[in-house]
């Protein structure tokens, strides 16, 4: 049992050996890492940093970040963030992701009467008025400074992502509408407590930005339905404008146009040369592959590639005038009408056109282009007529056959 006991002893002897120079190397890799880390430019400093400069250079305003604490949060978990009568702000960001920004009163405050009077008052308590627009529109500016200065200070660029391409989008009503509008799975929640003029306020600052996934997370595809997919944010419906810009269209562009006969044509060579008989291509023809015109441009070059100026063309020129509310512009009489052709809209109005007097038309040998109708004393006799009474129905004996009348129907 000695026997053992050595052997035990002497492999923990040889484990802790092996062990103490991983220990150490770990202990030196933790502590270069939490040195790294208190250097480094890290969302919370940025924001730290960003929020002094930007109130000090758009308001002339003594301000400080006393405070930043960040937490992850799933995206029905923010409700009790939205608490009125905060200023509730909703945020635009990249890719149709949407963020929220919540400025407490004191810090609204703040932030009016320094624009306003130049001067940041104490704060004396008692009810909180609403916020309004009015309030939103002036911390706006600040809140826009603030995300676009501080996005582009941190080292990773996870947490570059984390706050670039963010701004003002909307003062929201209420929670319910806020939280209907941010629709990521999960959101980074930011706290700060701002000092204000150097103790005479304190306020509060909460930012909400979804997480975006690492790039090798984020697979971009399209639904049964046609809609896009995007890891990095919701899914946003492909419009029509992202559908026309994605068409492929091939365009030729028209010189000139020569004729010629077909033996001229069927005795082209290569390196036959032919006149244009054109000096400028500022009448060039844009054509499609079926040859027909769809509009005329210059033709030039930008960077060294060929490149077409398009024409703007008054589509209200060329469009035909059919509505009523085309004839402003026409030079065109008033004719008015019931629609049918047949008469005046006012049955009551008289004819523009007089009624001929009968009185003053020629008659007889005066009117022009007609020959005098002969006299009906020269007309010959016409010779009599024939016995008819052997013929049934002409004597006083013969009764007529009554004739079936027939029906109206």
Sequence with gaps: MGHDQQIMTAQTSGQSERDQPHSALHRKAQVGRVEHQTHAMSVPKALRLTLAKVANEMFGMAMAAIGIRMEKRDGDALAELFEMPALLMALDGPSGRRGAAVFDPNLVGGLIQQQTM??????????TRPQTATDAAICAPFLDALLDRAAVLPETEIERQLLQG??????????????MSLEAPEYQVVH???????????????????IVPKPSEISRGRDDDGTLTDGAGPRRQNSLNDTVMALHVDLNVALARISMPVSTLGALAPGDVFELGITAFDQSRVLTMCGTGVGRGTLGQIDGVRALRVEHQNIAATTPKRRASDREGLDLPDVTGDGTGTRATDPNAELSAPSPDLAELPVGNAMNGVSALP????????????????????????DLTDLPRAGAG
Excluded: W
């Design 118 to 127: 130049g001067k940041v008052m104490p704060e004396v308590g008692g009810a």
């Design 166 to 179: 963010y701004r003002f989008g909307i003062r929201a009503e209420d929670a319910r509408i806020l939280l």
């Design 192 to 210: 700060i407590t701002v000092d204000i003029a150097g103790g005479c306020r304190q306020g509060q600052i909460i930012l909400c930005l979804p």
């Design 375 to 398: 006299d009906f004393a020269e007309l010959p006799d016409l010779p009599d007529l024939p016995d008819m009474s052997d013929l049934p129905g002409f004597t006083q004996e013969d």
